[in-house]
């Protein structure tokens, strides 16, 4: 199990890096690199209201499944 972040809350995408998943081992260290690397939506009045609706995004538990398809090639 580990900790990923979603930027709307009502989805279950997380946040990519690339092809990477932006993964953690713990709640704590996804709160600090959201503080770090999204902070800046809380002084963004403008992306809060209407059309927008942005909030700070929030660290979601994330199981990952790595399966071998029948080509021998992993998703």
Same mark, same amino acid.
């Given at each position: 199990m580990r900790w990923g972040i979603?930027?709307?809350?009502n989805q279950k995408e997380?946040?990519?890096m +690339?092809?990477?998943?932006v993964l953690f081992f713990t709640? @704590?260290?996804a709160r600090i690199y959201i503080r770090e690397h999204f +902070?800046?939506?809380k002084t963004r009045k403008d992306?809060? @209201?209407p059309p927008h609706n942005w909030r700070m995004p929030k660290p979601v538990k994330v199981?990952?499944?790595i399966m071998e398809t029948e080509?021998?090639?992993?998703s």
């Open positions: 979603t930027l709307m809350h997380i946040v990519w +690339g092809l990477h998943p709640r @704590a260290e +902070g800046w939506f992306l809060k @209201a199981s990952i499944t080509d021998g090639n992993l």
